[in-house]
């Protein structure tokens, strides 16, 4: 209750101490913008505990006092109002203003007395005319402003303000006695309002304001659109070229200077292609090796912004990220990724965008943020916006050389913080199995739409031998985790064989483990054989060998007979002499046949054992091959003509394959190897010039011409045979005209005389 009094007593004693209060705030204007002019006169009181005992009037004297004119309101109480109509003199040159405030109930009053000159205290009329433009193309973001001062010539202060939809703060400008300004730094192809408002130089009152609008001028966009060092995404390399998305942040339309067009995109100075103005990210193919400079410009009529660029490093130079997961949780959200343990990075810039509706791509711009190097981070949504589900989330590792890698955008599946996952379905044993193994099969977890997804992050094999009863005993349980990327099948090596193993599969994602599946029971296969089964097949693989070669031997060999390739004959070699040394009567019939003439040639003897002997003769050509007989018998002597150099062989070495179809009474080889007797022996001899002896057992080889002697001694030519025709051989004595003479012939690619 003492302190209600307390405060009684201090509002008693702030509204009692004086009768009547000074007045404050005393102002009078003389208003020319209302109709019809006004002076007014405003004042402040103060506060009294009974107001209604407070009277108050005022007296207006526009001519220093010899005329007065009261208030015309007959209640006043803190403002008072005349017209022209109550003073026609309103606008004299001064005025005087006399308050009296009377307390009715103390009986006390004072009196407040001002003097106005009217220039101070008038409010002029707002100006009639305001005119504002660009001042040229070169100066787009200039302007020149004019408008009308105070009629009559009086010195007129004016403030000019601009305003448009990039001022937060009105640009003013103060002007004394001029009614002109030019005014830069505006943006240009921009909506101005300019606000006027005089009044007389040094008065108190400005005019009410007066305004218009105006465009400045269009240029080329001024800003280039932003991009940073991680705003592309790209693909794996293909036939040498990648996939790369470059993003951009659109230019600030302060800085279009005009409606944008496009945006344009380069790739090392020259032009890819175009992008509406509303587009934040175009796709290109680029080379896999080398770097590679992106740049983009936005576009307007009258010409393009700055370049914008980033590099897009080799695909030898980033490090690849394998995969970023995005797991919400209320107003959080987690990020991991996953492939950057083993790499020297600085830092990772985390990236965000809001999605299209269909489609996992960006429809705006992406915004990016730096962090330390880490393989999670946690965002807020203060930091990203209020519809978490409406973003798409990405990641950018920047290495040691600060090339970053560019953004790989999290999994398509949005997961769920700390959910649980589910059971696996389809856990079988595969039928092949190597040996002393099992290999165990599943059905992966798939993303479900609309649903709290855990992310799987590993598969957890659990695996037991069984006992009696089909459980695992938990001091014998085996465990190994494999990695849930695209892995849905595991081989459990060294397992003893033919025990029986008891195998289930769970889910685990970063924090939480799944139940565990139905378990499946299998035995490992062991086709080992044993040492002894080896050993026995080896000894029968070389025994199977052995035999099949030994068939393959005997098929040769029957095959070789069956086509008389191993056939020999022997040829018994007739003795050759010197023409020269023939005893005369051995040849009656031919022994003055004329011998070629062809004696150039010059032949090696050849021994038999392959040793070449030359011939010390300048002519070793034969002359013919001549029949004769003697006693009753016939005999061949060997006299061919050369053509060519031919060579001398030993008989031995003359292929004895002799042809057996002859049609007249061919040279078999049973004929050829009887034995002979002294007396049915003919001396045979050799006609060569120069009385070369060739030794026993050697002949001559040389071209052959087929000739036909006659009793006459002339002979007929038939075909000549070359020496490279390799023909059948045959010998056979021909006998002509039944007179017991026989030719001897040999039809082979070289002929060898006998």
């Known amino acids: ?401 600060n090339i970053s890698s560019g953004v790989t955008w999290q999994d398509e599946c949005r997961y769920v913080k700390n959910a649980v996952p589910p059971a696996v379905q389809h856990v079988s044993l595969l039928p092949s199995l190597p040996k002393n193994s099992l290999t165990i099969s599943w059905a992966p977890i798939k993303c479900d739409s609309g649903t709290n997804n855990a992310y799987i992050n590993q598969y957890q094999i659990i695996y037991c031998q069984l006992p009696t009863a089909d459980t695992c005993d938990t001091s014998d349980v085996s465990m190994v985790n494999v990695s849930a990327w695209g892995i849905t099948q595991y081989i459990l090596r060294d397992l003893r064989p033919d025990v029986e193993y008891g195998v289930m599969v769970r889910a685990l994602s970063l924090t939480k483990e799944g139940p565990q599946s139905k378990m499946i029971t299998g035995r490992p296969n062991n086709n080992d054989l044993s040492e002894e089964q080896v050993v026995g097949i080896v000894i029968g693989s070389i025994f199977v060998l052995i035999f099949v070669a030994a068939g393959c031997f005997c098929v040769v060999r029957q095959v070789r007979k069956a086509l008389h390739l191993n056939e020999k004959f022997e040829i018994e070699t007739p003795s050759v002499v010197p023409y020269r040394d023939t005893p005369s009567g051995v040849f009656p019939r031919y022994h003055s046949l004329a011998l070629p003439s062809d004696r150039s040639s010059r032949l090696p003897l050849i021994t038999a054992n392959g040793t070449a002997r030359h011939s010390s003769s300048d002519d070793s050509s034969y002359s013919e091959v001549i029949a004769i007989e003697q006693e009753g018998e016939k005999h061949c002597v060997v006299n061919s003509t050369s053509k060519s150099n031919g060579g001398t062989l030993a008989l031995d070495d003359i292929p004895r394959q002799i042809s057996k179809d002859s049609r007249h009474g061919s040279m078999s080889p049973t004929s050829v190897n009887q034995p002979t007797t002294p007396d049915k022996t003919v001396q045979e001899k050799e006609l060569m010039s120069n009385a070369e002896f060739i030794p026993h057992g050697y002949a001559k080889a040389t071209a052959i011409n087929t000739r036909c002697f006659h009793e006459n001694g002339s002979f007929d030519t038939g075909e000549e045979n070359s020496p490279t025709d390799l023909k059948e051989s045959s010998c056979q004595c021909n006998d002509l005209s039944g007179s017991g003479n026989c030719l001897l012939r040999f039809e082979l690619g070289l002929s060898y005389g006998i």
């Open 1 to 401: 209750m003492s302190d209600f009094f307390k405060v009684l007593n201090i509002f008693y004693l702030h509204f009692s101490d004086e009768d009547v209060r000074n007045v404050t705030d005393f102002q009078c204007i003389l208003d020319n913008t209302s109709n019809p002019q006004e002076f007014r006169c405003n004042w402040n009181l103060g506060k009294y505990l009974n107001p209604e005992y407070v009277d108050v009037n005022i007296i207006l004297s526009v001519d220093n006092g010899q005329n007065s004119v009261n208030c015309p309101q007959k209640k006043i109480r803190e403002q008072c109002v005349w017209t022209e109509h109550d003073e026609p003199n309103i606008n004299s040159m001064s005025k005087i203003v006399i308050l009296n405030v009377t307390n009715l109930e103390f009986k006390t009053s004072k009196i407040f007395r001002k003097e106005f000159w009217t220039q101070n205290i008038s409010k002029p009329a707002p100006p009639n005319f305001i005119n504002a433009s660009s001042s040229s193309l070169e100066k787009c973001g200039c302007a020149s402003i004019t408008w009308a001062t105070i009629p009559g010539g009086v010195n007129t202060t004016s403030s000019v303000t601009l305003m448009s939809q990039w001022n937060t703060v009105p640009l003013s400008h103060i002007v004394n006695t001029d009614s002109s300004l030019e005014v830069c730094n505006l943006v240009p192809a921009t909506n101005y309002i300019v606000e006027i408002k005089i009044k007389p130089v040094g008065g108190m009152y400005y005019s009410n304001t007066a305004d218009m609008d105006f465009e400045t001028c269009h240029t080329a966009p001024s800003s280039a659109p932003h991009m940073e060092a991680s705003g592309y995404f790209s693909r794996d390399c293909a036939n040498g070229d990648r996939h790369v998305v470059v993003y951009w942040e659109k230019i600030n339309q302060k800085f279009h200077n005009g409606p944008l067009l496009e945006y344009k995109v380069f790739v090392d100075d020259a032009e890819v292609g175009a992008r509406g103005p509303q587009e934040v990210s175009f796709s290109l193919s680029i080379p896999c090796e080398g770097q590679h400079n992106v740049s983009v410009r936005g576009c307007n009529q009258q010409g393009c912004s700055p370049k914008a660029s980033i590099l897009i490093p080799s695909y030898r130079e980033t490090v690849d990220l394998q995969r970023v997961v995005m797991e919400q949780s209320g107003s959080e959200v987690h990020l991991t990724w996953f492939g950057t343990e083993n790499e020297a990075l600085t830092a990772v810039d985390i990236a965000w965008c809001k999605m299209r509706p269909a489609g996992f791509k960006c429809k705006d711009e992406i915004h990016i943020l730096r962090s330390e190097n880490a393989n999670s981070i946690v965002l807020h949504q203060e930091t990203i916006g209020p519809d978490i589900d409406e973003y798409l989330f990405g990641v950018a590792a920047i290495n040691n050389r």
